[in-house]
């Protein structure tokens, strides 16, 4: 990953210098580098590693000194004041003459977009703003905005069926801002699906140094922020230069619009804003709980507008999605949970990923702190609460019902006492997904069908399972049968 001016920014350590001529690096010199960059990077993990430390350049050791080079100034802040100790002990491990460790602004500061006038860096998860300043201009902070989070990368966003639309479009405004059809793009849907994160992930893209074409500015805020720093900005009367300030940027991201209905003079700014920042070709993101023509409360004029670009909606997850999100993160914890739990997770917490990954962080907290490994068992005790709150409110009623649907047989069959296979095997798999989908016990469940015995519920649920796993035609049918139940 080597930069146009020959300057090292790659994830694997290496210390490869041509900065400031000083093109020859004593080897062991480079190899102590090395050594510290990863147990860096090793410490604070790879996404904090990539997002602050990356640029990291070694320019040499003098002395007892040894001098480290960062692009921005900010970047060489943030970087002295969080890591400055740890890299000076991570030294002084690798060569005890070290005494200090010199953190400077230089070498990538000459790349594009990227001079010593940078005021606000994308990376500032303090600062509220995100701006990526031209090289000739000194930007002020711009707005004030949402934090971005680190975590937040398309790296990370796990793609599946129900949100790759939305992931696509969002990919194409990160790799070209203002392209015909995709400008505004409008991302939609329910709490926790991934807007906040597809946003941030656009934003990342579009400020990396490293972009092709360089790093573009981008205001990111929430509609709450907007409207809170637009009626600051009529108090002080200052509203001319928060205007001025929000169309200076290439791309305006406002997420969660769904709170700034009904606030007429907000909105009013905001619609003002939009288009002069259309016509003079920027791009606009919007997320929002809803579609435009579903948002109640907005102008007839501000919701043509917003459904001009392309819109896109993140769908309630599948099962294959939250299989694949809870193995990803369980696999960035680096803690082992078994394909069982993953298993029982994605089939107990079905609202959204924010829930998903709050159950999951608990897991994983609790084998942290007492060593030991997850189980079922113990995913079942210490979710308790959090699975109380998501058991289905599926009968066992509406699982017969739909069963014989499908099978196509009588309701009446499923507690009558016929014992033909058409019929027998309908009635397991209602039984079984009794069990499945309902906190009623056995015994219950045996009288919803005819008053049967509870072992012959238990024999149903063996006989559906084992049956599943030798068919798959008819494990997709069971499938399919339980997420329509689920809703
Ligand atoms: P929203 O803004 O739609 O309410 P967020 O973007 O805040 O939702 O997502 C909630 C949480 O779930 C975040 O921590 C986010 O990283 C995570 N998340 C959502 N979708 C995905 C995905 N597809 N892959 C990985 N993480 C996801
Ligand atoms: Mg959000």
Same mark, same amino acid.
């Given at each position: 990953m080597n930069n146009d001016n020959g300057i090292e920014a790659s994830l694997d350590g290496e210390a490869r210098l041509a900065v400031g001529g000083l093109s020859q690096v004593d080897p062991q010199l480079a190899a102590q580098w090395a050594r510290v960059r990863g147990r860096l990077q090793a410490e604070v993990g790879e996404v904090e590693y990539r997002n602050w430390l990356r640029q990291m350049t070694l320019i040499g050791l003098d002395g007892d000194e040894v001098t480290v080079h960062l692009p921005t100034r900010f970047l060489r802040d943030w970087v002295r004041s969080h890591y400055g100790d740890r890299l000076g002990a991570l030294w002084q491990s690798e060569?005890? $003459?070290?005494?200090r460790v010199d953190i400077r602004v230089g070498g +990538? +500061? $000459?790349?594009a977009g990227l001079a010593e006038s940078v005021v606000a860096s994308p990376q500032a998860p303090t600062i509220e703003l995100v701006a990526a300043p031209r090289a000739e201009e000194r930007l002020e902070r711009v707005a004030e905005t949402g934090t971005l989070d680190p975590r937040y990368t398309f790296a990370n966003f796990i793609v599946g069926k129900p949100n790759a639309f939305a992931q696509a479009c969002a990919q194409r405004v990160a790799e070209r801002p203002a392209s015909p059809g995709f400008n505004p793009l409008f991302l939609y849907g329910g709490v926790g699906l991934g807007k906040t994160h597809l946003m941030h992930a656009i934003a990342w893209q579009l400020i990396d140094p490293a972009r092709p074409g360089g790093p573009v500015s981008v205001a990111y805020m929430s509609a709450e922020k907007f409207m809170y720093r637009f009626i600051a900005a009529i108090r002080s009367q200052s509203t001319m230069q928060f205007k001025e300030q929000l169309r200076s940027v290439d791309v305006l991201m406002i997420d969660? #619009?769904?709170? #700034?209905?009904?606030?007429d003079a907000t909105q009013d700014e905001f619609f003002h804003t939009f288009n002069a920042l259309v016509e003079t070709g920027k791009q606009i993101v919007i997320s929002a709980d809803k579609s435009p023509s579903d948002l109640s409360g907005l102008e007839e004029r501000v919701r043509t507008r917003l459904g001009s670009g392309m819109v896109a909606d993140l769908h309630a997850t599948t099962y294959e999605l939250r299989i694949s999100i809870l193995e990803a993160k369980a696999a960035q914890a680096n803690v082992a949970v078994p394909a069982k739990v993953v298993e029982f997770l994605a089939h107990k917490i079905t609202t959204n990923v924010r829930e998903l990954e709050g159950a999951l962080n608990r897991l994983v907290a609790h084998a942290n702190l007492f060593g030991q490994p997850i189980t079922l068992e113990s995913a079942h005790e210490l979710l308790h609460d959090i699975l109380k709150a998501h058991? $289905? $409110?599926?009968t066992i009623e509406e699982i017969q019902r739909k069963v014989a649907e499908h099978w196509n047989i009588r309701l009446t069959d499923m507690s009558s006492p016929r014992r033909a296979r058409a019929v027998a095997r309908p009635r397991q798999v209602a039984m079984y997904l009794a069990k499945q989908l309902t906190s009623r016990s056995l015994p219950e469940i045996g009288r919803k069908f005819g008053n049967r015995d509870h072992t012959t519920v238990m024999h149903a649920v063996t006989r559906i399972t084992e049956l599943m796993a030798v068919d798959p035609s008819f494990a997709d049918d069971v499938e399919l049968l339980r997420r329509m139940l689920e809703g």
């Open positions: 060569s005890p $003459r070290v005494r +990538a +500061a $000459r790349m969660d #619009l769904q709170f #700034l209905i009904n606030k058991e $289905r $409110r599926v």
